[in-house]
């Protein structure tokens, strides 16, 4: 049984040696430019996709606080996409035209984590990603079949939902645990008063395919811990979910020293049927309009399992039977069996409670400690199809491959440097590829050309294909991916490659005779077209490009991209306006504003569209009050 942990204080120094000592000679490079060694070349070749080739899988890696997500091709690791999701975008308009704009919900900017598949029976589906917001407490769902993000949802109560958004077997439910405690609706309470008016609200969110909107089915007023990465059950523990806690010492100031004092934190256990079957009868209060269950009166489907100090998550083996957590300051990944829990539950085998929440008896429940030599700071564990995990060591800058059955070190290989994650191919699914990792470092010293003092993140390519490791791939990542996942490209199947043209939408107009403009009262409405190389905005009038106003017109322009090609995109962006938004094939937008600067002020098409595109413009003209 583990007995020793690692002080904060020396696992900083640990990670500064190790960083000050391993280099890019470490990893088998090759130190002089234009060179390569036999190795680099079958590297090389491992990850080569030619051109005019596509990759077998998407890796979709979270974009952190530039509140986006990034879309990679596996195994070449080319970035292909940026996905606007919690923040503007310049690039493509995203959160200037009307529908992205209130999506946004007037944030300018996001924490985007903990990226996951919808799933079908514990397969990844290939029909939506869902996405946390840690800095402003949303949840997004992004459809692939646009690659766009569909519908964002500020939840209440949950605040920094950083432990991801963490979906059951069938897309059941999403569950958004807390990063931080505070009172309910965030309403003040001083710290001295911690322990009774604060809570860990865990929120459950449904995602409605017919209407594309997410909703709030009911929360959790969990204990005023911190909450940290967490996993849903698989086969016979799909009615299960587990989620890793910190800070049980109830720390309200100075947590790298006050949040380390005990000896263990816990693994919440829960039956999310058996928590919505209780909101179906009705055991719950109404908090702020809000369905809330306290795990106090329930006497049910909650429990706590002890775990090593402050895990950075769990993760949920892929035949549903076992749940693997790693204390940050302790050198041993934890192996706890379903069965083994489900068994101490029915014969209560407990050693108390915890704010009214039995604590299971960790021995009851621990099937084994797996501590490889030397390995220090498990992260994040993963997956392959032959029964064997891969753990991300923070400290030791590694990953580390161990059998889950026997918890025999396979293989180890370092990376470049500090691992936070990692994602296997399918890692999170039933049914693992055992193909590919990306490790996701946090550190880059060394990788790259200097860009300054900001140096980008590190994503590393590794082939498990045979019995040993390989790292045949390295490719910077700016900013930071907190979480990824892979997939199988042929499970995202057919995005559309044109909108198809949509005859309700009256906002929308399909030919060159139909754009016009009409004036309500101090309302004018703008019914336009974009086709190479033109705008139509009133197809009756001797000047089709032109859009007239007065001072202080409520101001609504309508624009479809009527040219249905692929890959055909037309942008609008007004000088001196700051309005900018980019129509896709098929598609219409709107974007709405107030004139309310006189003067003249072109307009143009921001994306080159055709050899005439500079020709792709026109003028809005506001007249003055006066």
Known sequence: MLKKYISPAICGILSGLLAATLSFADFGGSSAPGTASASDAINAQASYVPFGQKDSYYLFASGGHSGQLYVYGIPSMRKIRTIPVFSPDTASGYGFDDKTKKMLGGYTWGDLHHPAFSETNGEYNGKYVFASDVANNRIAVVDLKTFTTEDILQTPNTVGPHCAAFVTQNSEYVFLPTRFSAPVGQQYAPLDDFDSKYKGVMSA????????????????????????????GKKESGDWAVL?????????????ISASQKDRDYIVLFNWKELAQDVKEGKYDMVDGVKMIDPAKLQSGIYLVPVAKSPHGVDVSPDGKYFIASGKLAPAMTVFSFAKAFDAIKNQKFTGKDHGIPVLDYNSVMEREVNPENALGPLHTMFDDQGNAYTAMFISSEIVKWNIATGETLDRIPVQYAPGHLATAEGDSVSPDGKWLVSLNKLSKDNFLSVGPSHPETLQLIDLSGSKMKLVQTVPSDPEPHYAQIIKADKIKNPINVYPKDPNNQDAVWDTNSPHIERHGNEVDVYGVALRSKFIMDAKSKRPDLIQVKQGDKVVIHLTNIDLDEDITHGFGINNYDINMEVQPGETKTVTFIADKPGTFPFYCTNFCSALHQEMSGYLLVEPKS
């Open 244 to 256: 890793t806690t910190y800070n049980t010492e109830e720390a309200t100031t100075n947590l790298e």
């Open 205 to 232: 969110i449904q995602f409605n395919e017919q209407t594309k909107k997410l909703e709030l089915a009911y929360q959790v007023a969990l204990p005023p811990w911190s909450y940290d990465l967490s996993d849903a």
